[in-house]
């Protein structure tokens, strides 16, 4: 594909779709977060408002349920390994137009920035969800609150946090290690 292509038709093309489905397989390393090009797409997702859908097989979405509700941490490190510079793309060229568009609007560093923001606002939707269905998971409450701190959004993390302490609290006493560690993120 040529420069040209991606500054020009692509963008539109990705803009008159009005929608991107990413797949994530295995969601613990997903082969599209490595790929030039998948990355290329979220960021024009992301550059023009458009709706980033994110699908997994069967069975990941099993194993994915099960680490939202039990490893939540695992998902963000997962998800946070973003690097267009270190992606690949099949034809070299295609991933030196990549990279010469990237660099002729925000740059690669701020290209991986604007994916790993997205790609945590899902997550953190996905974790709400969860948490919908599991009020009384304090460790998704917390890893949740922590996700949207990270964020900046302190208003809606300060509240999972408090809601996780008295959790803790309550089900396990003041003193043990998980009450005490949410002390240490509520005061961070």
């Known amino acids: 594909m040529t420069y ?5 038709e692509f963008r539109r093309n990705v803009e008159s779709v009005g ?3 990413l797949v ?3 969601w613990a390393a997903p082969v599209s977060l490595t790929r030039a090009w998948c990355l290329f797409e979220i960021f024009v997702c992301v550059q023009r408002g458009i709706e980033l859908e ?3 097989p069967a069975a990941q979405m099993a194993n994915f349920a099960r680490a939202l509700v039990d490893d939540f941490d695992s998902i963000a490190a997962a998800l946070s390994r973003i690097a267009l510079d270190e992606a690949e793309a099949t034809k070299p060229e295609d991933k030196a137009n990549i990279l010469r ?3 002729a609007s925000v740059g690669v560093g701020e290209l991986d920035k604007q994916v790993l923001h997205e790609l945590r606002a899902w997550l ?3 974790g709400g969800d969860a948490l919908a269905t599991d ?3 304090w460790g998704l409450t917390m890893a949740l609150g922590r996700l949207l701190q990270d964020q900046g959004k302190l208003v809606e993390a300060l509240p999972l946090m408090m809601r996780a302490l008295q959790g803790c609290e ?3 006493g003041a003193s043990h290690p998980d009450t005490l560690g949410s002390v240490n993120n509520l005061a961070s």
């Not at 040209?4 to 020009?8: A, H, P, R, S, T």
């Open 4 to 8: 040209e292509f991606l500054e020009g």
């Open 19 to 21: 929608r991107v489905v």
């Open 24 to 26: 994530f397989a295995p």
């Open 54 to 56: 994110v699908i997994m």
């Open 101 to 103: 568009a990237v660099e």
């Open 124 to 126: 953190a939707r996905v």
């Open 135 to 137: 009020p009384d998971n």
């Open 170 to 172: 309550e089900q396990l």
